[in-house]
């Protein structure tokens, strides 16, 4: 396919430099230590390289990986929480795409697409490079792109042709917006236009933006309403055609459960939010980890450091079905045994899931601290150190010095000499920023030996 003369993107050089400058850049990739920086990009880019080389993806490999099969696809399709904001999304970007070159994607909170849809002769050439459905565009697998880097620095963003990481991407250019949940702020994906020169234009970000702001007012919308359906006629949820309406109900929203960072958690359910207590915190987390159930004696021995009461711990329920009710009904905490009749999406487990696909640098940008991190309780410590030491150890063995430098601001790792000499292996003999490392561990050697 020929390349097309990509215009502006968001800089003050002018495209044609910009292009040189990339495939300038391009010929250097390989031969560079982590830590220089190969001149010219712009800095959104030149980072984007960096994480992209530091995630080791291949920028001559030409396709992406495939996540999902089609039936995995499908289920996963219907369930997800942009399913019901589609039809938006089709009137005011896919339909005036269909004869302008130009196509328009829809992923999730992970870089993997859901929907790939428009101009039907720049669909098939899209598949030679697997931009698909159910393929992962994440920074991860393949390197800096629109959707993958627009998530990953969580902001619009814009990449024109060769500053893509992956070959095979150079003939095209994208612009990318992150999708947050109306309510609780969550990424819950990424709306994102490819195509040639009119992918990058100027007004282009502005339409995606408008429609993302679009689609998340009538998702607000969508909620409020069934919200309010719910709670006239709470009986009707038992009948068949209301369990129609629940399945509805649950591809609206993400239930969540925030606890990374913070002392009491936020609970997300039906679009709405509330602040728990720590106890009931506590209580959530372990449940949400253990989505089969646990009984009273199990949960009592996750959830109190000593001999905990079961009287205490049913007491303790009482009072969080109470909170919970005015959320939701239907996601009560069932007993016997004590389980969620709802799915959660901790943010924890969204660290746990993006480790374990190597997407390392995402993980990092969810993870905001240590779940509960003045919570003694059994099973929240277990869950606590179980995520903080897998997140350590793929930072360790994969990670960028970007990385592992922003991994060092957390409190955790204040004292943290091995992920300092680690930083040191990696950085050139005279990076600048060699000094605040070795600044940095004679403070603790100070402070050890105090």
Same mark, same amino acid.
């Given at each position: ?7 502006? /993107? ?11 400058? #990339? ?10 230590? %982590? ?9 959104? *880019? ?20 495939? %996540? ?38 829809? =992923?999730? !909170? @992970? ?65 990318? /917006? ?29 339409? @995606?933006?408008?429609?993302? #702001?679009? $689609? ?71 449940? =949400? ?58 943010? #924890? ?8 696909? =190597? $997407? ?8 905001? =601290? ?6 003694? #309780?059994?099973? *929240? ?5 179980? *995520? ?9 063995? !994969? ?13 955790? $790792? ?15 003999? +005279?990076?600048?920023?060699?000094? $605040?490392? /070795?600044?940095?561990?004679? +403070? ?7």
């Amino acid at each position: 396919m020929k390349s097309p003369i990509h215009p502006p /993107v968001p800089g003050n050089d002018a495209p044609e430099l910009l292009q040189r400058r #990339a495939l300038s850049g391009h010929e250097q990739l390989g031969t560079l230590s %982590a830590d220089e920086v190969i001149p010219g990009l712009r800095s959104l *880019v030149r980072e984007s390289w960096q994480r992209s080389a530091g995630f080791k993806a291949n920028p001559d490999v030409a396709e992406a990986p495939l %996540a999902m099969d089609r039936d995995e696809l499908e289920d996963y399709r219907r369930q997800h929480p942009l399913a019901t904001i589609m039809p938006v999304i089709r009137k005011l970007l896919v339909q005036p795409s269909h004869d302008s070159g130009l196509l328009v994607a829809v =992923g999730d !909170d @992970v870089g993997r697409l859901l929907w790939v849809d428009g101009d039907p002769v720049m669909q098939r050439r899209a598949e030679s490079m697997m931009f698909v459905a159910g393929a992962d565009w994440s920074e991860a697998s393949v390197g800096t792109s629109a959707p993958g880097t627009a998530l990953a620095v969580n902001r619009s963003i814009q990449i024109a042709g060769a500053e893509h990481f992956k070959r095979s991407v150079h003939p095209w250019s994208c612009t990318a /917006v992150p999708f947050h949940d109306p309510d609780s702020g969550a990424v819950l994906g990424v709306v994102d236009i490819t195509g040639t020169e009119t992918a990058v234009a100027p007004h282009t970000v502005s339409l @995606v933006e408008a429609t993302v #702001a679009a $689609a998340q007012a009538q998702l607000r919308i969508e909620r409020l309403q069934l919200a309010a359906s719910a709670r006239e006629k709470p009986r009707r949820r038992h009948s068949p055609s209301a369990r129609g309406g629940d399945e509805r109900r649950n591809t609206l929203y993400r239930n969540s459960l925030q606890l990374l960072g913070r002392d009491q958690a936020l609970l997300s359910i039906g679009g709405r939010t509330v602040a728990l207590s720590a106890r009931h915190s506590e209580i959530l987390a372990i449940l =949400g980890s253990h989505p089969a159930g646990l009984s009273a004696e199990e949960l009592c021995a996750r959830l109190y450091p000593g001999d905990g009461s079961a009287v205490t711990l049913r007491a303790e329920m009482v009072r969080l079905r109470k909170v919970i009710q005015e959320l939701s009904p239907e996601a009560v905490p069932e007993s016997r045994p004590y389980r969620l009749p709802v799915e959660l999406l901790p943010d #924890a487990g969204q660290v746990l899931t993006c480790l374990q696909r =190597g $997407a390392h640098r995402i993980a990092l940008e969810i993870y905001k =601290g240590a779940v509960l991190p003045r919570s003694e #309780a059994p099973g *929240v410590v277990q869950l606590r150190e179980r *995520v903080s030491h897998l997140l350590r150890e793929a930072l360790l063995s !994969d990670g960028s010095v970007d990385s592992l430098l922003k991994y060092a601001q957390l409190p955790e $790792a204040k004292y943290d000499a091995d992920l300092r000499l680690a930083v040191l292996k990696l950085l050139p003999p +005279r990076s600048p920023k060699r000094a $605040a490392v /070795v600044a940095d561990l004679e +403070r603790l050697e100070s402070e050890m030996t105090a």
